[in-house]
């Protein structure tokens, strides 16, 4: 399985993180059925601007409109843009892409790469018989030989790109994935975290991705003097450290969130909400949450804190006598 390889006419210095100075140009093309769509929508993820099934003879009156707009102190202003075209297009002809290509890449205003996305004849007839739909090179004959028709006239496109990725062993998450490896920005994908704190009594939060119960721990609310404060001030932190459980069940679910993040990041997850939840949300959840909260700062991740139910009054909240 080949996941991605540079062709011959691709040049060894490369850049896939772009010139800050230049206007990033993608070209996005391949075989219909490999994976174009899939792409773009990736790469729309990673804040691209993408424009798909475009006439690719008009991509220099394209990039000519309105240039004197884009820049400011001769710097480019707009994103990176990815163009997404095929053999559909009207009159589309391969070496006249190539030679326009050859022609922007003398502009010293755009580094332009070309992505051709390719795939095994036996997988494209297997997604085609899925969909159900019709190649448009052989409306009244077997899909494949309209696969065939299709890969001999894309042929030269595949030579000439500067990057190919080989989708016939993918999934569409692993497509999507390969993307974010080749695309993203220096600095990955960005992950929205959010931590909540929450009481049972008012119900559990929506959505959350972990949800951990800290009614195991003793409960501040049975001394009357800890009862009209919060997890945020001193003397009910200090109570709740001094739980024999706290240190390890804190220690562990950090280490397995700060394990897990990077995986979802790396996965081009946008949005990890994790839910701390006691009985009345006031006091051990709101205490463990900022906990937490501090620990991750602390290993470069930004989360947003939400405390639901910590402007509850104390005298509203149901603690049951089981509860402790």
């Not at 391969?94 to 326009?100: D, F, K, N, T």
């Amino acid at each position: 399985m080949t996941a991605s390889d540079t062709s011959p006419a691709a040049s060894d210095s490369l850049t896939l993180h772009g010139d800050p100075d230049k206007q990033r140009i993608l070209l996005v093309t391949g075989v219909l059925g490999a994976g174009k769509s899939t792409a773009l929508r990736a790469l729309e993820d990673l804040g691209w601007e993408t424009i798909d099934n475009f006439p690719i003879r008009f991509l220099e009156r394209l990039l000519d409109t309105n240039q004197e707009d884009q820049h400011v102190d001769g710097h480019p202003m707009g994103g990176p843009l990815a163009i997404g075209f095929d053999s559909r297009t009207r009159g589309f002809d391969p070496q006249a892409v190539i030679a326009l290509v050859k022609r922007l890449s003398l502009r010293p205003d755009i580094e332009l790469t070309t992505l051709y996305l390719d795939c095994g004849v036996g997988e494209l007839e297997r997604r085609y018989n899925e969909t159900r739909r019709r190649h448009h090179l052989a409306s009244d004959m077997p899909v494949a030989t309209g696969i065939s028709a299709e890969r001999d006239m894309m042929e030269p496109l595949r030579r000439w790109a500067d990057i190919v990725i080989n989708t016939t062993a993918f999934t569409t998450n692993a497509l999507q994935q390969a993307m974010r490896e080749q695309f993203a920005p220096d600095s990955g994908p960005a992950l929205t975290l959010t931590i909540t704190s929450f009481g049972f009594s008012k119900g559990m939060p929506p959505l959350a991705d972990f949800v951990f119960d800290m009614r195991f721990l003793n409960n501040p609310h049975w001394d009357k003097v800890l009862r009209p404060m919060t997890g945020r001030e001193g003397p009910v932190g200090d109570f709740i450290r001094e739980d024999p459980a706290f240190d390890e069940a804190f220690t562990r679910i950090r280490d397995l969130l700060l394990l897990l993040l990077p995986r979802f990041q790396a996965q081009g997850k946008a949005y990890v909400h994790i839910a701390f939840g006691c009985t009345g949300g006031r006091h051990r959840s709101v205490f463990m949450a900022e906990q937490i909260g501090a620990a991750l700062r602390a290993s470069g991740f930004s989360p947003t804190m939400i405390h639901r139910n910590l402007g509850s009054r104390a005298a509203d909240l149901v603690e049951g006598s089981a509860v402790r």
